[in-house]
């Protein structure tokens, strides 16, 4: 999973291809300066990581099993990287780019 900011640059601390050591990219997704619900007094703070990008692929993969109540695991898995906005970073950074959501314009791979 790589962090993608708000210009759809991959953060620098995502890891694959910017790591030496890094394992595979498959997808991007938000990850840079995501607004969050945090503890009282503060109730929300802004948060970076792939962490914070993780559950924005797990939110679109629970989309398209709500659209599909028979796709699961590798059909699932099927769709999301189907399914992306291509992006100017190098795949080994960013995998097949950012997930979509259903609906959105994307191009298929």
């Known amino acids: 999973?790589?962090?993608?900011?708000?210009?759809?640059?991959?953060?620098?601390?995502?890891?694959?291809?910017?790591?030496?050591?890094?394992?595979?990219?498959?997808?991007?997704?938000?990850?840079?300066?995501?607004?969050?619900?945090?503890?009282?007094?503060?109730?929300?703070?802004?948060?970076?990581?792939?962490?914070?990008?993780?559950?924005?692929?797990a939110g679109v993969a629970a989309l398209y099993a709500q659209s599909d109540s028979k796709a699961r695991g590798s059909q699932l898995w099927d769709q999301l990287l189907g399914h992306v906005r291509p992006l100017q970073e190098a795949q080994r950074d960013v995998g097949a780019g950012l997930v979509q959501a259903p609906g959105a314009v994307t191009r298929k791979h």
């Open 1 to 57: 999973m790589a962090a993608v900011d708000r210009n759809l640059h991959v953060a620098p601390f995502s890891s694959g291809g910017l790591e030496g050591d890094g394992g595979e990219i498959d997808l991007a997704a938000p990850g840079v300066d995501v607004l969050s619900s945090w503890p009282a007094p503060d109730l929300y703070r802004s948060l970076s990581g792939t962490s914070m990008a993780t559950p924005f692929v």
